[in-house]
């Protein structure tokens, strides 16, 4: 696609149920990022992953969020038990392989986010 | 938890008026990149500044990064309405592939 795809746009579900979000990155891009934001706030880093397997996802705040990019292209962020506390935006953003010395750091193209609301 | 700290959280000002936002870290980072994000839209690049005391500048918007690449401002002259919006600055690891946003500046331009 021409852009990174997020869906759902808006989830409301019950405490304590399960959720999953996905996240179609711009083809071609191997670096895909999972990051969670507050109104107002800026994005809290969750999980990167280069290709399929997770580089970094010291940002999990918990053993109920987990993320899978099992064929290096789409990824779902699984959210278990759900609670209030989860609700936010939940921003998906990926950027193209770097071939070169990366101190000017890549470009990320983000999605427009899924709203995630736990009532 | 966030490396970044930006300041102000919020800023409210006339239009034609003049505003600076500051980003402080005590971290190193390769390079600095700030955003500015609408609502209902993820955050769009504006700007990338790599070397320290580097100043880059596009159209109204300044912005500078520090001699020890640890802090960045941006400052925006003339504000017009249109710049409306959260601006976001994020460091940047040292590979290149890790992306560390700011707290975030919420700016309103009063027509």
């Known amino acids: 696609g021409a852009g990174v795809s997020q869906t759902p746009s808006n989830k409301v579900t019950e405490k304590g149920k399960y959720v999953e979000l996905r996240c179609d990155p711009i083809?071609?891009?191997?670096?895909l990022y999972w990051y969670r934001q507050s109104l107002g706030q800026g994005p809290e880093f969750l999980i990167y992953?280069?290709?399929?397997?997770?580089?970094?996802d010291s940002g999990l705040p918990n053993d109920r969020f987990f993320a899978v990019r099992p064929e290096g292209s789409v990824s779902t962020l699984k959210i278990q038990r759900t609670e209030r506390g989860d609700s936010a935006v939940y921003l998906c953003a990926s950027s193209p392989p770097t071939d070169r010395g990366l101190s000017s750091g890549n470009t990320i193209y983000f999605g427009e986010g899924s709203w995630l609301t736990v009532v | 938890t966030q490396l970044l700290e930006q300041s102000p959280q919020f800023l409210s000002i006339q239009e034609g008026e003049n505003l600076t936002v500051y980003c402080n870290s005590s971290?190193?980072?390769?390079?600095l990149q700030w955003y500015r994000q609408e609502p209902g839209e993820g955050p769009v690049l504006l700007v990338t500044v790599v070397t320290g005391g580097e100043v880059k500048k596009l159209k109204r918007l300044t912005f500078q990064f520090g001699d020890a690449r640890k802090d960045s401002s941006l400052h925006i002259t003339a504000a017009q309405p249109g710049d409306t919006g959260l601006y976001l600055c994020?460091?940047?690891?040292?590979?290149?592939?890790?992306?560390?946003f700011g707290t975030g500046t919420s700016l309103t331009v009063i027509p």
């Open positions: 992953f280069q290709g399929t397997g997770a580089a970094d």
């Open positions: 994020a460091g940047v690891s040292t590979t290149g592939n890790q992306f560390y």
């Open positions: 083809s071609g891009h191997t670096a």
């Open positions: 971290s190193v980072f390769s390079s």
